[in-house]
Structures are given as structure tokens and as C-alpha cells.
């Protein structure tokens, strides 16, 4: 059973940057295999895919992170990350990482943009 463990959300001022990691464990495929992605949950709001990075390595992206987020991986050591620049208010919220082979999701980590 892959699980799944977020890391590094916090409170930064707007302006700054977080990254973002993601610590896979278990499963029957290997990581590399598998498509990732980052999502997040602003409060009231509906969970909104953020970031994918493609078992081959293509990498998508919202519009309203593009050009400020990156997502990588590093499947040696079954790593997903997203590095999170230029920051602002409208970025808060919990946000997740999820296996899009199997549907398992992280628990979450808070970021917070406030001044």
C-alpha cells in the first residue's frame, strides 16, 4: 500500500518562497512509475490540482502557479517536491500530493501567505 508524507508547509510572507516535499513509501510499482502530482485546498474552496510530473517527466501546470512553481522528483529516493516562488495571499491553503496510479493522497501541509 503506497503511502504518502508531505512536508515543509509554514508561513511566509507574500513575496516569498516554500518548498514543498513528498515522501513515498510502499506499493507494489516502483516510484518511478508512478505520475505525481500536487494539489491544494484553499479554505471554502474545492480541492484544485496545482502540478503533475509524469512518470516520464513531462511536468503540467495550473495557470495561477505557472511561471512561480515548479514541480520536480527524484525517484531514487521517491521524492516529490514543489518549489513555490513569488508567493502570495491567494497561494493559502493545505496542499497535497497525490498518486495518480493508485489515488492515494498525503495527509497535507499548511502554507500560509500573510503579511
Known amino acids: 500500500q503506497v503511502q504518502l508524507v508531505e512536508s515543509g508547509g509554514g508561513l511566509v510572507q507574500p513575496g516569498g518562497s516554500l518548498r514543498l516535499s513528498c515522501a513515498v513509501s510502499?506499493?507494489?510499482?516502483?516510484?518511478?512509475?508512478?505520475?505525481m502530482a500536487w494539489y491544494r485546498q484553499a479554505p471554502g474552496k474545492q480541492r484544485e490540482l496545482v502540478a503533475t510530473a509524469s512518470s516520464s517527466g513531462d511536468t503540467s501546470y495550473a495557470g495561477s502557479v505557472k511561471g512561480r512553481f515548479t514541480i520536480s522528483r527524484d525517484n531514487a529516493k521517491k521524492m516529490l517536491y514543489l518549489q513555490m516562488n513569488r508567493l502570495n495571499p491567494e497561494d493559502t491553503g493545505v496542499y497535497y500530493c497525490?498518486?495518480?496510479?493508485?489515488?492515494?493522497w498525503g495527509q497535507g501541509t499548511q502554507v500560509t501567505v500573510t503579511s
Open positions: 497525490k498518486n495518480e496510479l493508485t489515488g492515494t
Open positions: 510502499g506499493g507494489t510499482y516502483a516510484f518511478s512509475y508512478m505520475p
